[in-house]
């Protein structure tokens, strides 16, 4: 029968039908048309381990004892490739690919969502930016940005001082207090006012308090056009002179600006001079620009820095 395994056949052996039948035709691969030729063919001699071909569909197939079984076969027909994977087929070695790893280009690629079932790489960002979601962004919604802090001081302006006045314009409306910083200013004579305004408004409230080397006192204005930044006259040339003006809540719209301003400068008798004021701006309009005049001379020296405060 079939499964009776190899015989060596000497010179002068009887080649008998059972021979023929278990080790010749019993294992061999026998070729019928159909299923049913094969039926007929071989109903009565039907023995394990039986290896036929069908010709009209192409199948080899095994006779385990019970019924015919394709050789290899098994529920899996074909690899179709899906969402995320290429390649496939239904014969042969089959490979698969995956999709989104070769949709990377470079190192620090990221792979991301643009839409229902696909995906495109968005390249690394720069050092110290972070993954931040924007709908405005097509197709990814999301980009590389710089982190927003959590406080600090950004500088938004920088320069050296000249001619009678500051002027600072166009000021970024992101930040919630501003600082502007003046050092080292020396002017050109002597001068009687140190004054400041913004966005070009003429109603201010001030109050403060000065003192020098021996007096001290206090200063009030109810209604005055400019932000009164020192309480004396200046020297030209001396050195060591600082001013300090801080704005609050700058950009909203509903309510007068607060400011604070801390001042040093040495007076024409040479004594130094501290002044501290706090007051408002009364307008309900963001701030925009900012300007700190002289009356009387000119900057000959100093730099200054204005600061967004978050």
């Known amino acids: ?16 039908a059972s021979d023929v039948n278990t080790y010749l035709q019993q294992q061999t691969v026998m070729v ?19 290896v036929t071909y069908l010709k009209d569909t192409d199948a080899l197939e ?29 014969s042969g070695t ?25 995906f495109d790489n968005l390249p690394i960002g720069t050092t110290g930016q972070i993954l931040t979601a924007d709908t405005t962004v097509s197709p990814y919604k999301v980009k590389w940005a710089t982190a927003a802090g959590g406080g600090g001081m950004t500088s938004i302006a920088s320069g050296s001082l000249s001619g009678s006045s500051l002027s600072l314009t166009s000021i970024p409306q992101t930040y ?32 403060g308090n000065y003192s020098d080397n021996s007096t001290a006192g206090t200063f009030a204005y ?3 056009s400019w932000i009164q930044l020192s309480e004396c006259t200046m020297a030209a040339a001396q050195t060591d002179s600082a001013l300090i003006i801080n704005f609050y809540d700058y950009t909203d719209t509903t309510a007068y ?8 400068t040495i007076q024409s008798n040479s004594n130094n001079f501290g002044t501290k004021i706090s007051g408002a701006a009364r307008t309900t309009s963001a701030i925009s620009s900012i300007t700190v ?18």
Do not use: P
Request: net charge neutral; aromatic share 10%; hydrophobic share 40%.
């Open 1 to 16: 029968m079939a499964g009776a395994g190899y015989k060596l056949f000497s010179t002068g052996d009887v080649l008998s």
């Open 32 to 50: 019928f048309a159909s299923a049913a030729a094969r039926t007929t063919a071989l109903a009565s001699v039907l023995a394990e381990g039986m």
């Open 62 to 90: 095994i006779y385990s004892g019970a019924a015919w079984v394709g050789y290899g076969s098994g529920d899996i027909t074909g690899v179709t490739a899906g969402t995320g994977i290429s390649g496939g087929g239904t």
């Open 94 to 118: 089959v490979t698969v690919t995956n999709s989104m790893a070769t949709e990377i280009t470079a190192a620090g690629d990221i792979i991301v969502g643009t839409g229902s079932g696909t």
């Open 176 to 207: 919630n207090n501003l600082q502007l910083v003046v050092r080292d200013f020396t002017f050109s004579a002597t001068i009687t006012n140190l004054k400041g305004t913004v966005n070009s408004n003429t109603a201010y409230t001030n109050t």
């Open 222 to 224: 109810s209604a005055i």
């Open 257 to 264: 600006k607060l400011f604070d301003s801390y001042s040093h």
């Open 293 to 310: 005049t002289l009356v009387g001379g000119t900057f000959s020296t100093g730099t200054y820095t204005l600061y967004g405060v978050k």
